[in-house]
């Protein structure tokens, strides 16, 4: 069985960084016996001695915690955008289809994070994170501190990289611009309006 098709395989690895560290919230799928676990956590990659890999941390009262012991092997995908194409936006007659960017990933846990590697990573995703945003969580922040004993830091090393990239390649050229032009209009557009309107709607459970 030949899936996904070949055309939708992405085999440049930096194509699949640049999904990594560009949308880094992953959902870090793990087990423990018969349990399944899926958080969604921030990671920032890092390449350690040649090495790709993923660092990242976890509250403590997760119960996901468990499944991530040290040798433990997990299953991460990295979403990227994403949109259902219309038939209408194509210059040719086709069916509607979901295009998307995701890598998928096969990791080894290779450990949990001393405190001041903690520290340090906690630190440097965040700088990652700001860019230009103006704000430096600086090493001696005191809430930061405060907050070490509730969270475990832990480092994944890739095995396997898998870039699941689909765009339309099985059409002409014209129409994969035409769906990437669709897909990138719909991450734009309405985005303010619906993420409002969940708000306003948002229920909690007393």
Known sequence: ???????????????????????????VVSTDGDELYYTHI??????????????GHIDNNNPQLVSLQLGCKVKIVFHGPQSYISPTV??????PTW??????INGVVR????????VQSLVEITAFMEKDKGFKLESS??????????????????TKMIGRFKFSQ???ETDMKLAAEALIVSQQQSVREFVNDIIENHQQEN
């Open 1 to 27: 069985m030949n899936y996904p098709p070949k055309h939708h395989l992405e085999y440049n690895t930096e194509n699949m960084i640049r999904v990594l560290k560009r949308f880094p919230l992953a959902s």
């Open 42 to 55: 921030p990671l920032l990659f890092k390449r350690i001695n040649g090495a790709m890999h993923l660092v």
């Open 90 to 95: 194509y210059s040719t007659k086709q069916l």
């Open 99 to 104: 295009n998307y960017m995701h890598v998928h």
């Open 111 to 118: 450990s949990h994070l001393e405190k001041d590697t903690l």
């Open 141 to 158: 922040n005191l809430s930061m501190h405060g907050a070490l004993p509730f969270i475990t830091g832990f480092d994944i090393e890739i």
């Open 170 to 172: 099985d059409k002409s």
